[in-house]
Nanobody
Framework: QLQLVESGGGLVQPEGSLRLSCAAS????????VGWFRQAPGKEREGVSC????????NYADSVKGRFTISRDNAKKTVYLKMNSLKPEDTAVYYC??????????????WGQGTQVTVSS
């Protein structure tokens, strides 16, 4: 059974950076596409970024393009989300999710518990 644990969230000032990690246990991540999602208070959950099982394909929400970078290290069973130039509107709980698909078409059946990111001065 695949289990996902996010880490790396915290409080950061505007224009700062954070790197989130999504660590898998139980099974290898090699055959799973992995996505990052976020949910701000009072808002619906939205997709942020996704990476294919091979790492050869990535996609990003328009709101984070050019600022966020998703990557994966299958040997470490970890997917990362590097977030630069953070804005207050990036404040949310960030979740990673995975499913045994090559691509990011979803749906995602395995979810982590989330990590809080707060961007504030």
């Amino acid at each position: 059974q695949l289990q996902l644990v996010e880490s790396g969230g915290g409080l950061v000032q505007p224009e700062g950076s954070l790197r989130l990690s999504c660590a898998a246990s139980g099974v290898t991540l090699d055959y799973y596409a992995v996505g990052w999602f976020r949910q701000a208070p009072g808002k619906e959950r939205e997709g942020v970024s996704c990476i294919s099982s091979s790492g050869g394909s990535t996609n990003y929400a328009d709101s984070v393009k050019g600022r966020f970078t998703i990557s994966r290290d299958n040997a470490k069973k970890t997917v990362y989300l590097k977030m630069n130039s953070l804005k207050p509107e990036d404040t949310a709980v960030y979740y990673c999710a995975a499913d045994p698909h090559t691509g990011c078409e979803g749906p995602f059946g395995y979810w982590g518990q989330g990590t809080q990111v707060t961007v504030s001065s």
